[in-house]
Protein backbone atom coordinates (compact mmCIF):
# COMPACT_ATOMS: atom_id res chain seq x y z
CA UNK A 1 0.00 0.00 0.00
CA UNK A 2 1.15 3.83 -1.07
CA UNK A 3 0.39 6.08 1.55
CA UNK A 4 -0.01 9.74 0.47
CA UNK A 5 -0.05 12.74 3.18
CA UNK A 6 -1.28 16.44 2.06
CA UNK A 7 -0.37 18.33 4.05
CA UNK A 8 0.99 22.39 4.76
CA UNK A 9 0.27 24.05 8.34
CA UNK A 10 -1.33 26.97 6.27
CA UNK A 11 -4.78 27.06 6.19
CA UNK A 12 -7.25 27.69 2.85
CA UNK A 13 -3.74 26.43 0.65
CA UNK A 14 -6.38 23.71 -1.17
CA UNK A 15 -5.36 20.47 0.98
CA UNK A 16 -8.59 18.93 1.00
CA UNK A 17 -8.97 19.52 -3.37
CA UNK A 18 -6.07 17.66 -3.76
CA UNK A 19 -6.59 14.96 -1.44
CA UNK A 20 -10.41 14.16 -2.17
CA UNK A 21 -9.32 14.35 -6.49
CA UNK A 22 -6.33 12.54 -5.89
CA UNK A 23 -8.64 9.97 -3.95
CA UNK A 24 -11.09 10.45 -6.98
CA UNK A 25 -8.03 9.50 -9.67
CA UNK A 26 -6.73 6.33 -8.10
CA UNK A 27 -10.76 5.36 -7.41
CA UNK A 28 -11.07 6.18 -11.05
CA UNK A 29 -8.05 4.05 -12.38
CA UNK A 30 -9.96 0.70 -10.40
CA UNK A 31 -7.90 1.05 -7.94
CA UNK A 32 -9.01 0.22 -4.40
CA UNK A 33 -8.67 3.56 -2.41
CA UNK A 34 -8.90 5.36 1.42
CA UNK A 35 -9.39 8.90 2.21
CA UNK A 36 -8.66 9.60 5.65
CA UNK A 37 -9.39 13.00 7.64
CA UNK A 38 -7.37 14.14 10.26
CA UNK A 39 -8.78 17.54 10.08
CA UNK A 40 -11.08 18.36 13.45
CA UNK A 41 -13.22 19.79 10.89
CA UNK A 42 -13.97 16.51 8.94
CA UNK A 43 -14.03 18.32 5.43
CA UNK A 44 -12.74 15.19 3.23
CA UNK A 45 -15.13 12.62 4.83
CA UNK A 46 -18.12 15.41 4.54
CA UNK A 47 -17.20 15.35 0.90
CA UNK A 48 -17.47 11.53 0.79
CA UNK A 49 -20.73 11.59 2.81
CA UNK A 50 -22.43 12.97 -0.66
CA UNK A 51 -20.39 11.55 -3.18
CA UNK A 52 -23.12 9.33 -5.31
CA UNK A 53 -22.69 5.37 -5.03
CA UNK A 54 -23.00 5.50 -8.25
CA UNK A 55 -19.18 6.64 -8.78
CA UNK A 56 -15.87 4.62 -8.49
CA UNK A 57 -15.67 4.02 -4.81
CA UNK A 58 -13.42 5.74 -1.93
CA UNK A 59 -13.57 4.06 1.28
CA UNK A 60 -13.67 6.27 4.50
CA UNK A 61 -10.17 5.34 6.69
CA UNK A 62 -11.34 6.35 10.17
CA UNK A 63 -7.76 7.19 11.49
CA UNK A 64 -7.77 8.97 14.94
CA UNK A 65 -4.98 10.52 16.67
CA UNK A 66 -5.38 8.32 20.49
CA UNK A 67 -6.60 4.93 18.29
CA UNK A 68 -5.97 4.85 15.03
CA UNK A 69 -7.66 2.18 13.12
CA UNK A 70 -5.72 0.28 10.80
CA UNK A 71 -6.30 0.67 7.29
CA UNK A 72 -8.50 -2.24 4.71
CA UNK A 73 -6.32 -4.87 4.31
CA UNK A 74 -5.45 -5.52 0.71
CA UNK A 75 -5.60 -1.85 0.49
CA UNK A 76 -3.77 -0.26 -2.34
CA UNK A 77 -3.41 3.51 -2.07
CA UNK A 78 -4.10 5.78 1.00
CA UNK A 79 -5.02 9.49 0.79
CA UNK A 80 -4.43 11.32 4.41
CA UNK A 81 -5.73 14.78 4.73
CA UNK A 82 -4.28 16.67 7.20
CA UNK A 83 -5.60 20.43 9.29
CA UNK A 84 -4.28 23.61 9.06
CA UNK A 85 -1.76 24.02 11.74
CA UNK A 86 -0.62 20.43 11.76
CA UNK A 87 2.33 19.67 14.60
CA UNK A 88 2.49 16.96 17.12
CA UNK A 89 0.76 14.22 17.22
CA UNK A 90 -1.02 14.59 14.26
CA UNK A 91 1.87 15.01 12.05
CA UNK A 92 3.84 12.16 13.71
CA UNK A 93 1.11 9.86 12.97
CA UNK A 94 0.98 11.30 9.36
CA UNK A 95 4.37 10.96 8.69
CA UNK A 96 4.39 8.03 10.48
CA UNK A 97 2.35 6.32 8.04
CA UNK A 98 4.10 8.54 4.88
CA UNK A 99 5.50 7.16 1.55
CA UNK A 100 4.74 10.10 -0.08
CA UNK A 101 3.78 14.21 1.12
CA UNK A 102 2.84 16.53 -1.33
CA UNK A 103 2.59 20.23 0.03
CA UNK A 104 0.18 22.35 -1.93
CA UNK A 105 1.56 25.96 -1.71
CA UNK A 106 -0.29 29.43 -3.01
CA UNK A 107 1.15 32.00 -4.45
CA UNK A 108 1.25 34.97 -1.55
CA UNK A 109 4.01 35.91 0.46
CA UNK A 110 2.34 34.73 3.61
CA UNK A 111 1.81 31.30 2.03
CA UNK A 112 5.45 31.04 0.73
CA UNK A 113 6.74 32.05 4.60
CA UNK A 114 4.69 29.50 6.51
CA UNK A 115 5.38 26.59 3.88
CA UNK A 116 9.27 27.76 3.69
CA UNK A 117 9.11 26.76 7.54
CA UNK A 118 7.56 23.85 7.37
CA UNK A 119 9.57 22.00 4.88
CA UNK A 120 12.70 23.11 7.44
CA UNK A 121 10.66 21.39 9.82
CA UNK A 122 9.88 18.36 7.13
CA UNK A 123 13.76 18.04 6.42
CA UNK A 124 14.76 17.55 9.70
CA UNK A 125 12.80 13.88 9.91
CA UNK A 126 14.96 11.16 10.42
CA UNK A 127 12.43 8.69 7.34
CA UNK A 128 12.79 12.54 5.38
CA UNK A 129 16.59 12.72 5.46
CA UNK A 130 16.89 8.88 5.07
CA UNK A 131 15.00 9.19 1.65
CA UNK A 132 11.95 7.02 2.96
CA UNK A 133 9.63 9.82 2.54
CA UNK A 134 9.47 11.53 -0.78
CA UNK A 135 8.18 15.29 -0.78
CA UNK A 136 6.53 17.06 -4.31
CA UNK A 137 5.62 20.57 -4.30
CA UNK A 138 2.17 21.76 -5.70
CA UNK A 139 1.14 25.40 -6.52
CA UNK A 140 -2.40 26.05 -6.21
CA UNK A 141 -4.61 28.69 -7.28
CA UNK A 142 -1.54 30.15 -9.52
CA UNK A 143 -2.62 33.41 -12.16
CA UNK A 144 0.24 32.70 -14.70
CA UNK A 145 -0.16 36.17 -15.52
CA UNK A 146 0.39 37.87 -12.27
CA UNK A 147 3.53 39.13 -9.85
CA UNK A 148 2.52 36.78 -7.45
CA UNK A 149 3.05 33.52 -9.67
CA UNK A 150 6.30 34.90 -10.47
CA UNK A 151 7.03 35.19 -6.74
CA UNK A 152 5.95 31.76 -6.45
CA UNK A 153 8.11 30.72 -9.32
CA UNK A 154 11.33 32.18 -7.90
CA UNK A 155 10.33 30.72 -4.48
CA UNK A 156 10.05 26.78 -5.59
CA UNK A 157 13.12 27.33 -7.94
CA UNK A 158 15.18 27.19 -4.48
CA UNK A 159 13.96 24.19 -3.32
CA UNK A 160 15.66 21.26 -3.24
CA UNK A 161 12.57 19.32 -3.84
CA UNK A 162 9.93 18.52 -7.14
CA UNK A 163 7.95 20.70 -7.80
CA UNK A 164 4.82 18.28 -9.57
CA UNK A 165 2.86 21.30 -11.27
CA UNK A 166 0.52 24.55 -10.52
CA UNK A 167 -3.20 24.14 -10.59
CA UNK A 168 -5.12 27.11 -11.79
CA UNK A 169 -7.55 29.28 -10.02
CA UNK A 170 -11.16 27.71 -11.05
CA UNK A 171 -14.40 26.97 -10.24
CA UNK A 172 -14.39 23.68 -11.27
CA UNK A 173 -13.05 22.59 -7.62
CA UNK A 174 -15.69 23.86 -6.49
CA UNK A 175 -18.80 23.19 -7.91
CA UNK A 176 -17.81 19.75 -8.04
CA UNK A 177 -16.42 19.43 -4.14
CA UNK A 178 -20.23 20.34 -3.23
CA UNK A 179 -21.54 17.52 -5.13
CA UNK A 180 -18.67 14.88 -4.37
CA UNK A 181 -17.60 14.74 -7.50
CA UNK A 182 -13.41 15.06 -8.74
CA UNK A 183 -12.17 15.88 -11.96
CA UNK A 184 -12.41 11.93 -12.94
CA UNK A 185 -15.98 11.83 -12.65
CA UNK A 186 -17.38 14.53 -15.22
CA UNK A 187 -16.93 14.96 -19.15
CA UNK A 188 -13.51 15.25 -20.13
CA UNK A 189 -14.15 18.01 -22.09
CA UNK A 190 -15.48 20.08 -19.40
CA UNK A 191 -11.88 20.18 -17.34
CA UNK A 192 -9.44 18.84 -20.04
CA UNK A 193 -6.97 21.80 -19.19
CA UNK A 194 -7.38 20.87 -15.44
CA UNK A 195 -6.18 17.54 -16.59
CA UNK A 196 -3.44 18.24 -18.41
CA UNK A 197 -2.41 20.14 -15.01
CA UNK A 198 -2.47 17.05 -13.16
CA UNK A 199 -0.92 14.85 -15.33
CA UNK A 200 3.00 14.55 -14.06
CA UNK A 201 1.17 15.00 -10.18
CA UNK A 202 -0.79 11.57 -10.55
CA UNK A 203 2.33 10.10 -11.77
CA UNK A 204 4.67 11.06 -9.48
CA UNK A 205 2.01 9.99 -6.86
CA UNK A 206 1.11 6.34 -8.44
CA UNK A 207 5.15 5.90 -8.77
CA UNK A 208 6.39 3.26 -6.58
Not at 49 to 64: F, M, S, Y
Amino acid sequence: MTVIVVANPKGGVGKSTLATNLAGYFAAQGEWVALADLDKQHSAHAWLGIRPDTLPKVERWQLDVDSPAKPPKGLERAVIDTPAAVHGNRLALALELADKVIVPLQPSIFDILATQEFLQRLAKEKAVRKGSIEIGIVGMRVDARTRSADQLHRFVEGLDLPVLGFLRDTQNYVQMAAHGLTLWDVARTRVEKDLEQWQPIVEWAARK
